[in-house]
């Protein structure tokens, strides 16, 4: 096998006399993706005596245990040792807020898919087969299984919480026209192509190596130390990449790393568990689902005078990282528009369901769906453009510029956008044109729709933003680089490279990154929160400063000349009239003894935030974008296709356009999953039915749109001192789905004779809810569709209220 | 299991060892010893080989992430290459063959191949999990196509998963890659190469495979012996369903006998307006046959799950299979086909639709096996139309599948036969929409009685695909479609016909 040497191809990387940062360069491991000579966790060489794991899980939701027999699994083949609560030495928890997420439940059993005891075999085969011998008993307790339940029970995982500005209930009890509904969207599995994997190496004196695929190595290291009853410094947790994380990776790795763990400490041998597809679509958490109800008042032209909102989120059954997604769910209930007077009121429902979690976007995408979809009702009870409904309510610049929050919106770009996105979709000319068509075509229908998005940027928890990084050059001109951020497929490796390159004046060959790991760089916040190349960017190009400075020092001392003389470029230094390869400079410092290497931190500035107040500035900055989706539904099945997309995504001065790019279609798309064709069922007793991809259907290579115009915003430096003025990318075009979903829900409203109708369409818009939503229209008929007389028009659905 | 032997350098005489699987691995023959039998190629890959390149993503041939292509003799001196699911195939399967994995096609230099340089170029990568699989998808693509159009690129990749890029780079590295400069390795001209399929020819046996729990036979004498010998075994044909049986079910599975090798069950045969089918011939090739006589299936056909499950899956097997769900059945018991089973030297056929009598029962006795399916051949005065509704468009399981043939006389329906799948335990005819339709005219009116009768035809199940309530609402819905597409001046009816602005 020939994994070493493949040849770089490096076309634009070569960086020498071109720019680094803000070059298109491609992935720093594309070339060794396409070769399958990229390790990903399992593809680790272990130790010849390395067992594998597998988790027995809870058949049930809810219920406590009675017997929890494991004797016929020890007796199976290949059995080595089995682990169940008793067998955790240190603390029985993953939770990493509050401590409520039990490693293996203990006692009582909380969702189907709970892991309840792990086995150690000596393969992989026979660890699976070796669980499923477990001998279990319950007693079944009454399981709450969906928002509405638990809402009904006031079943809650954490307190609820408000935020309010003005009278929102006088506000719109005096409105001309006043409206109330409710939105309804689905959770989504993240789908990481790469599932949950950690591996559990035992070393000297009671230390524990980890490789683990983590977002978030510093908290396998500490899940894994308490569990154990180690110290911190006796657990190292590497991750070089991993196959796909979205949020996914976040909080679960530490249940997998903490088993792994566990188990490798029993049997004082090294362990791997890697899940398969339904273990792990079954056990770890997910997007959370949501409901809203809303009620609103608004003035004539659609403008906002009032507005309440309930969210309620689907947590599961423990809070995991569900307070800090309902925030964000409540900052982002604003999306781009000015509330005045506001109340959002946000409940935290416990089910006895998988506990859900971080996922791409982190509560913000169910928050804007909420209010795109009320001003989605507005226009269409008004008789507007839902375009012009949402223009009249974008925030002000000098002026309407405060959020419900408290935090003013500074940077505000989004007329800009909407402008030149309006201009390059030809959007009102199409939208004529689709009316007009729809008129013609009685089973086909076409919809079209505009949406904006706002995404506040920095973790809502102050502390979090912070990073810190380690840069090493040695004595023949190349420079390793070592960061707290992880790579996940994002690029941050690519970015964070092309940054230390750029300080040191160096072609990005030169610049290598290696694992993220605790042991160099420790203390990190998971990589999430779109924040990676923000924070560890800047850390990087800290330390890269620090080194330039030190050899600045060295090179202007010793040829004479002032510090500013000294300029580092191409590979080469510039001494005043010296000419030094960067390699000559850095032997010449060595022999000097300055000191090669260095540390670098950032933590970000301006960003406060009063948790108790749900007041502050929680975001250094806001990143804005905006789509048009124009999409067919076939009104006959329900099936929909996405005809033409525009976008234009604002990532302030790109560090790299290319993966950029990468990040606004994935993400969108990801979205686009999210609100059409990913649907979760459970059955009645609370299982999960579509845990595979052969019944948990993500988008596929067919559901890319037939023509699709991308583009970055060009001109807007971030106006924060961001690293080289760029912005985050990772979750903001994620919530461009929502104008495909629109305008689904457009091309639905074409079906009916009133074209005030609001049609009630459920996330994800499967054929099943389009047909549905259709059924549901008040239409006297349809010419070809016949409309379900039996089934009764839900009281979910937008009802007017009658104006005073 | 013994390490694999690298035996290039001592070649084995033809028919030798009978319990030992050889295949091509990077120009050299590989010959495992003491083979499971339901050790997967993946399994064999990662685990045994060390070659890690091909990954996991999901064990059940959904996500394309264990993609790889076979290469088989399908003339004496040419190698016909196809991507496949490496997780469900069973390494035993491979026998014969030659594997290329994506560690394969950089050349010794390590210049990457054209398929690997595009998708570099048009950073096709980000996560790079699913990349080897959607390499491995085009590379078989490049082989047989020097200029792939956007909807080949999209057709082929149908069954690769990425849940990073939203596809668009990856489509572009598709229609790019041909017009990269010839590669040293892995060019159009060297897959062809003569020595390919001479090396491949070496390793032909004539003897059948036989290992513990696994026989390939060679021809039909030797399969009905074995399973008259032993009538509990296992028929393994493609391996598209039995693989997860072993992934997913951690099923035991009785001793296999594997029809890939039985040469009589390879064939296609046309005849007299009829296309016989064999057991062993791939949903690939089987679908290429029908639709050739049947244009009208195209959309289902490829629609049918996946390049690399239609590689290695086959009809009948899809057939025998008995699922409720099977996309090919409501089109084939439409059109009339037949099944021909045998059991020794007995052969029995009848109507497909006679086969299935409950859920996963089948009217299969011990020791017989579907030989054959019989498809009539286009009959110019038959309508014929399939649809597959399901929430996603590529890689699906049908929410409802529905199949028509009419024939209408004089404005009225002569003869009509409709079948549903979904709706029921089985694939099955709507008798009673039939009944109301014959003799009746084409009309409107006439289809809304016959939507009328779906009702007593079927009491679907709800389940994560759809709502009972749905799938009724689908068969009325697709029987309606049929009405109107063929109406005088028929709607635009697909969303996929909607020209853009």
Redesign the interface.
């Known amino acids: 096998?020939?994994?070493a040497?493949?040849?770089r191809?490096a076309?634009a990387n070569s960086g020498v006399g071109t720019a680094v940062v803000g070059a298109?360069v491609?992935?720093e491991?594309?070339?060794?993706?396409?070769?399958?000579?990229?390790?990903?966790t399992?593809?680790i060489?272990v130790p010849a005596d390395t067992l594998h794991a597998a988790f027995g899980i809870s058949p049930i939701a809810h219920g406590r245990v009675v017997a929890l027999d494991l004797a016929a699994v020890l007796a199976a083949a290949g059995v080595v040792a089995v682990a169940t609560a008793a067998d955790v030495p240190g603390e029985n928890n993953y939770g990493g807020i509050l401590h409520d997420d039990p490693i293996f439940a203990d006692g009582e059993v909380q969702y189907a898919g709970q892991p309840l005891f792990a086995v150690a075999a000596t393969s992989r085969?026979a660890a699976?087969?070796a669980v499923?011998r477990a001998n279990l008993r319950f007693d079944e307790l009454p399981a709450l299984l969906d928002v509405r339940s638990a809402l009904a029970a006031r079943s809650f995982v954490v307190p609820s919480k408000r935020i309010a500005r003005g009278d929102a209930a006088g506000a719109i009890g005096s409105a001309p026209h006043r409206l109330a509904g409710s939105v309804t969207m689905g959770g989504q599995d993240?789908?990481?192509?790469?599932?949950q994997v950690a591996i559990a190496l035992p070393q000297e004196d009671d230390t524990l190596q980890v490789h683990c695929s983590t977002q978030h190595p510093t908290e396998v290291q500490n899940v894994v130390a308490h569990a154990l009853g180690l110290s911190a410094h006796a657990v190292n947790v590497q991750c070089r990449?991993?196959?796909?994380?979205?949020g996914g990776k976040e909080s679960q790795p530490a249940l997998i790393a903490a088993a792994a763990a566990i188990l490798a400490r029993k049997t004082r041998q090294p362990v791997k568990l890697r899940l398969?597809?339904?273990a792990d679509i079954q056990i770890t958490g997910k997007r959370h689902d949501f409901v809203a109800d809303y009620e609103v008042g608004f003035d004539d032209r659609g403008r906002l005078l009032g507005l309440k909102v309930m969210l309620a989120a689907g947590c599961g059954y423990s809070a995991d990282l569900s307070g800090p997604v309902v925030d964000r769910a409540m900052c982002h209930v604003d999306n781009a528009y000015f509330l005045d007077h506001v109340e959002i009121i946000a409940h935290h429902c416990r089910t006895h369901t998988v506990s859900n979690t971080a996922f791409r976007g982190f509560g913000g995408p169910q928050g804007m769906l909420v209010i795109e979809r009320i001003l989605d009702d507005i226009a269409r009870t008004l008789g507007l453009d839902p375009l012009d409904v949402r223009r009249i309510n974008y925030y002000g610049v000098g002026a309407r510029d405060t959020t419900p929050y408290g935090q003013r919106v500074e940077d505000n770009i989004l007329e800009a956008i909407t402008d030149q996105l309006l201009a390059s979709s030809?959007y009102r000319a199409?939208r004529a044109?689709l009316a007009a068509w729809n008129r013609t075509?009685?089973?086909?229908k076409?919809g079209i729709a505009l949406t904006p998005v706002k995404f506040g940027i920095s973790f809502n928890a102050a502390h979090f933003n912070q990073a810190g990084a380690l840069v090493h050059i040695y004595t023949d001109g190349t420079v390793l680089l070592n960061h707290g951020g992880t790579e996940?497929?994002?690029?941050l490796y690519t970015k964070v490279a092309q940054v230390v390159a750029h300080e040191l004046g160096l072609p990005l060959s030169a610049v290598r990154t290696s694992a993220t790991d605790t042991a160099k760089v420790p203390n990190t916040s998971a990589t999430a929160a779109s924040s990676g190349a923000d924070l560890n960017g800047k850390a990087a190009q800290a330390a890269a400063r620090v080194l330039r400075k030190r050899l600045v020092a060295h090179a202007s001392a010793k040829h004479a000349v002032a510090p500013g003389e000294v300029v580092f470029a191409a590979g080469r230094v510039r001494i005043g009239k010296h000419d030094l390869s960067f390699r000559e400079l850095v032997s010449d410092a060595y022999l000097a003894r300055v000191q090669l290497s260095s540390t670098g931190f950032y933590s970000t500035p301006k960003i406060h935030w009063d948790r108790s107040r749900f007041n502050g500035r929680p975001f250094f900055y806001f990143a804005y974008g905006a789509a048009v989706s124009?999409v067919?539904?076939?009104t006959?099945?329900?099936?929909?296709?996405l005809?033409?997309l525009d976008i234009l995504h604002d990532v302030g001065v790109s560090l790299n356009p290319?993966?950029d790019?990468?990040q606004i279609?994935?993400?969108?798309?990801?979205g686009v999953g999210w609100l059409t064709?990913e649907?979760l069922?459970w059955n009645a007793k609370g299982q999960l039915?579509?845990h595979?991809?052969?019944?948990y259907?993500?988008?596929?290579?067919?559901?890319?749109p037939?023509?699709?115009n991308?583009r970055i915003l060009e001109h807007e430096p971030n106006r924060e001192d961001t690293i080289h003025r760029s912005k985050a990318v990772g979750e903001p075009p994620l919530m461009l789905c929502i104008s495909t979903f629109l305008a689904i829900r457009d091309a639905i409203a074409a079906c009916a004779p009133d074209a005030r109708e609001l049609p009630d369409l459920r996330a994800p818009a499967?054929?099943?809810a389009v047909?549905?939503a259709i059924d549901r229209l008040d239409f006297r008929a349809l010419p070809?569709?016949?409309p379900?007389k039996n089934r009764r028009r839900t009281d979910r659905r937008g009802t007017r209220v009658s104006v005073p | 299991m013994n390490a694999a032997t690298d035996t290039a350098d001592a070649p084995l005489a033809p028919g030798a060892a009978t319990d030992e699987v050889r295949f091509v691995l990077d120009g050299r023959i590989m010959s495992v010893l003491d083979v499971p039998p339901a050790l997967t190629v993946l399994d064999y890959l990662?685990e045994h080989?060390?070659?890690?390149?091909?990954?996991?993503?999901?064990?059940?041939g959904?996500?394309g992430?264990c993609t790889v292509v076979l290469g088989e003799l399908d003339t004496d001196d040419h190698v016909r290459y196809r991507a496949i699911n490496s997780c469900i195939r069973f390494l035993a399967t491979i026998d014969g063959k030659e594997l290329v994995?994506?560690?394969s096609?950089?050349d010794?230099?390590?210049?990457?191949h054209p398929?690997?340089?595009a998708?570099?170029?048009k950073?096709a990568?980000?996560?790079?999990?699913?990349?080897?699989g959607f390499?491995m998808s085009l590379f078989a693509l490049y082989l047989e196509n020097a200029a792939p159009r956007r909807e080949d690129v999209?057709e082929c990749?149908?069954g690769?998963?990425?849940?990073?890029?939203?596809?668009?780079?990856?489509?572009d590295a598709g229609c790019s890659m041909g017009t990269y400069p010839e590669p040293a390795r892995w060019s159009r001209a060297d897959a062809a190469l003569a020595a390919r399929a001479a090396l491949l020819r070496s390793i032909q046996r004539t003897d059948a495979l036989h290992l513990s729990g696994f026989l390939a036979p060679r021809n039909v004498e030797e399969l009905t012996t074995a399973l008259g010998d032993a009538p509990q075994s296992l028929l393994l044909a493609g391996g598209t369903d039995v693989g997860l049986w072993v992934?997913?079910h951690?099923r035991d599975l009785a001793p296999m006998i594997y029809l890939g090798e039985v040469a009589e069950l390879r064939q296609i045969e046309s005849d007299e307006g009829f296309l016989l089918i064999g057991a062993a011939v791939s949903l690939t090739d089987a679908w290429r046959a029908i639709v050739e006589q049947h244009r009208e299936l195209a959309e289902l056909a490829q629609r049918f799950a996946s390049p690399p499950v239609r590689n290695s899956g086959t009809l009948c097997g899809n057939i025998a299979n008995g699922s409720p769900i099977g996309d090919a059945m409501p089109a084939l018991i439409a059109l009339g086909a037949r099944i021909e089973l045998r059991r020794g030297n007995g052969v029995r056929d009848m109507p497909l639709e006679d086969f299935y009598l409950g859920y996963q029962r089948t009217a299969l006795e011990a020791g017989e096996f579907v030989a054959a399916v019989i498809v009539p051949g286009r009959d110019a005065d038959v309508a014929v139309a399939s649809?597959k509704?399901?929430?996603?468009?590529?890689?699906?399981?049908s929410?409802v599948c529905a199949a028509f043939a009419v024939r209408i006389d004089d404005g009225r329906v002569a003869s009509v036969r409709i079948a549903y799948g979904g709706m029921a335990a089985v694939p099955a005819r709507a008798r009673h929409a039939e009944a109301i339709l014959v003799g009746l005219p084409w009309s409107r009116d006439t289809i809304e009685a016959a939507v009328a009768a779906l009702a007593r035809d079927f009491t679907p199940i709800s389940?994560?695909?759809?709502?009972a309530?749905?799938r009724m609402?689908?068969a009325?819905?697709?029987l309606?479609?049929f009405f109107?597409e063929r109406s005088a001046s028929p709607?635009?009816?697909?969303?996929?016909?909607?020209q853009?602005?």
Request: aromatic fraction near 6%; hydrophobic fraction near 35%.
């Open positions: 096998m020939n994994r040497g493949h040849r191809h076309g298109g491609r992935h491991s594309a070339h060794l993706h396409v070769t399958g000579a990229a390790p990903y399992d593809d060489a085969a699976r087969r499923l993240h789908f990481y192509l790469e599932g990449r991993m196959g796909g994380a979205f398969d597809r339904d030809d199409r044109a075509s009685p089973v086909v076409r996940m497929g994002q690029g124009e067919a539904v076939d006959l099945s329900g099936e929909t296709q005809l033409r290319a993966i790019l990468g279609e994935g993400g969108f798309l990801q064709s649907e069922r039915q579509t595979a991809p052969s019944t259907k993500i988008p596929s290579v067919r559901d890319w037939l023509q699709a991308i499967t054929p099943e047909l549905t070809l569709a016949e379900d | 990662r080989l060390g070659r890690c390149g091909t990954k996991e993503g999901c064990a059940e959904d996500c992430a994995t994506v560690e096609l950089a010794t230099d390590g210049n990457l398929v690997q340089q998708m570099v170029d950073h990568s980000q996560c790079g999990f699913c990349t080897p390499v999209i990749l149908a690769n998963l990425c849940r990073c890029t939203g596809y668009r780079p990856i489509i992934t997913k951690l649809y509704w399901s929430k996603r468009i590529d890689q699906d399981i929410a389940d994560m695909r759809a709502s309530d749905y609402r689908a009325a819905q697709m309606r479609r109107l709607p635009l009816l697909r969303t996929t016909q909607v853009v602005a």
